[in-house]
């Protein structure tokens, strides 16, 4: 079946699991978006933690993280990625502080909609 060009990209992000070479199993964004919360398995996809500090990660939006069922390694997480931005933020050349500051302001409202001290 052929899909017009604006409906493949539709499908593609629907597929909840994509496959590695060595035939494991692995959550996709799209997956673990709609799920709605960080699972602290430390997914290769997380859309909540960037777990594998990946530069060109970007974070889904705050409301559509949800408190439900969230780990106290979930938490310990995103205070630790917290932490790390805001020692970043002072120790970084003045073109990355605005970075730092976005991911600074993500994790403090993403920590408070579960429901953590931030």
Known sequence: MHLPEENVGLQEEEKDWEITPEGLYIATRGYLMRRGYCCAN???????INWRYQTSWKPIPIERARRTRVSTRSVAGAQERLSYHQQQRHMC????????????????ALLERWGARV
């Not at 430390?42 to 909540?48: E, G, H, V």
């Open 42 to 48: 430390r997914c290769r996809n997380c859309p909540y």
């Open 93 to 108: 050349a003045p073109d990355e502080q605005g970075y730092h500051q976005r991911m600074i302001e993500y994790y403090c």
